[in-house]
């Protein structure tokens, strides 16, 4: 009830709170909607709209932090609420929706400029995986995309759900902004904040059949170097995917036909003029080019050549 009266953002926004009339709450759905922190096997819900990977919800269960509507044009950024017994509410990160990140300069991490309020967890809780496609090299090929992935975990009896931890909090909090929402396999991922603080490797002799696996040191990550430009050449997923560390003996037909072998349809492709070993290639959808980079990333040519797929900002 301390909450009662305050505005989201200066001037508009007055939330108002009193008791509910109801004395218990049925939860069907976690979705943008509705959400049970006890039963994270719910359902998305037939006929729900996707969550607007923007203002993405970013829960943990020690730390609810609530979605947010987008900033209003003239109004400042959300302020810090006057806490009451037992909760905690803070800025919340998921409403800024493509975040400026920059190096920095001493450390070469990444940073997010005038953002506050960001827990310090960095594993991730990702669900409505499919359990008959995912991998534990899967998703660090494509989280990697946001921050360096140190371990990935797939649930043992709930191969539906992963477990996926980030160099950082900030990495964490860009993968959610950028994949929470986005299609993989058929099905959409929610992505949210895990209440565990790191992910355990098995203990000798448990089974686990392959489903945990430690990255940290992988020269796969892309934000290993200071300074490198990958920290600035972050992007939302989108159609076209930029491709680069092609080999001269590489030719337009055959990357055309590498990217159609797993089902994507290829509308157009161009070689940068200047650089015959860049190029970008625009498929059929956002999913097909979600696809295609967790397929091809590091895909081997031969002769010490693996190339390298990001998401384009720019468009043929």
Avoid: W
Wanted: glycine fraction near 8%; hydrophobic fraction near 35%; include cysteine.
């Amino acid at each position: 009830q301390s909450l009662d009266g305050q505005n989201i953002y200066t001037g508009c926004c007055t939330l108002r709170v009193d008791f509910s009339k109801l004395t218990s709450l049925k939860i069907k759905y976690n979705n943008d909607k509705s959400r049970d922190f006890t039963r994270i096997d719910l359902p998305f819900g037939d006929g729900q709209r996707t969550l607007d990977t923007s203002l993405a919800a970013v829960f943990a269960t020690q730390n609810t932090i609530f979605p947010s509507c987008a900033v209003p044009a003239g109004f400042a950024p959300p302020l810090g609420f006057p806490q009451g017994p037992g909760l905690s509410v803070s800025a919340v990160p998921g409403a800024f929706g493509s975040l400026a990140v920059t190096p920095s300069a001493s450390s070469g991490q990444m940073t997010i400029p005038d953002v506050t309020g960001i827990p310090g967890n960095s594993v991730l809780l990702v669900s409505n995986l499919n359990s008959e496609a995912i991998t534990p090299y899967g998703l660090f090929i494509l989280f990697g995309v946001y921050g360096d992935v140190h371990r990935v975990k797939i649930m043992y009896k709930k191969r539906g759900i992963a477990l996926v931890q980030m160099a950082d909090a900030t990495q964490a909090q860009l993968a959610i902004n950028h994949l929470n929402g986005q299609r993989l396999y058929g099905k959409i991922m929610h992505i949210t904040l895990s209440k565990y603080k790191t992910i355990q490797l098995p203990r000798e002799g448990q089974e686990d059949k392959g489903l945990t696996k430690d990255y940290r040191n992988s020269p796969l990550h892309r934000f290993k170097n200071p300074g490198s430009k990958n920290f600035q050449n972050i992007s939302p997923p989108s159609a076209t995917l930029h491709l680069s560390n092609i080999p001269s003996s590489v030719t337009v037909d055959d990357l055309k036909k590498l990217f159609a072998s797993k089902g994507s349809t290829v509308r157009d492709f161009k070689f940068f003029q200047k650089d015959c070993k860049m190029a970008l290639i625009q498929l059929g959808s956002v999913e097909e080019a979600v696809h295609a980079l967790t397929e091809f990333h590091n895909h081997d040519f031969g002769e010490n050549h693996h190339l390298r797929v990001s998401f384009s900002k720019s468009t043929i």
